[in-house]
């Protein structure tokens, strides 16, 4: 069983980074929370920081826990933390684009399917939080 672990990171005026999937074909064009497998041993927080900067070129502070843990298929188990950008400006290193955006976005994005399934179940959470910022 391995674990990913994907960030939701919010910018200072409420709005959250999504990233759009280049690979592989079932989910390229959809948009997701940036992240990646945990390595054995690796911690979640340090897993986290580790594939931000690769793929985003972003140092963050990681915070708690975003939600519930999704079960994806091939013994994969996905796991959110809330993330701050503490260096750098966020750069598609793998995906085909970035967005920020606002809650009403991020709801319009999700009821028309534009996310990828596994991170739809993190939605309502992800609007709760942010509509309180
Ligand atoms: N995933 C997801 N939602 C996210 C992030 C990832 O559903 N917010 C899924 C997609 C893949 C799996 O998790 O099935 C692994 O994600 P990545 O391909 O982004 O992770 P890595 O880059 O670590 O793995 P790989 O070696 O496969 O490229």
């Known amino acids: ?3 990913v672990v994907a960030g939701a990171i919010t910018s200072s005026d409420g709005r959250l980074l999504l990233a759009q999937r280049s690979y ?3 989910v390229a064009g959809l948009w997701e929370l940036p992240g990646g497998k945990v390595e054995p041993g690796e911690e979640l927080a340090a ?3 580790r594939e931000l900067r690769e793929e985003l ?3 963050v502070e990681v915070g708690a826990l975003l939600a519930e843990t999704v079960e994806l298929a091939h013994d994969l188990t996905l796991v959110a933390l809330w993330a701050r950008i503490v ?3 966020p750069r598609a290193v793998e995906h085909s684009r970035l967005v920020w955006v606002s809650v009403d976005e991020l709801e319009d994005m999700a009821a028309s399917n534009q996310l990828v ?3 739809t179940a993190w939605v309502p959470e992800l609007c709760e939080v942010l509509r309180q910022r």
Request: aromatic share 0%.
């Open 1 to 3: 069983m391995r674990t």
């Open 24 to 26: 592989p074909v079932q």
């Open 47 to 49: 897993a986290l920081r």
């Open 57 to 59: 070129e972003i140092d």
């Open 87 to 89: 260096d750098g400006v």
């Open 117 to 119: 399934p596994a991170d």
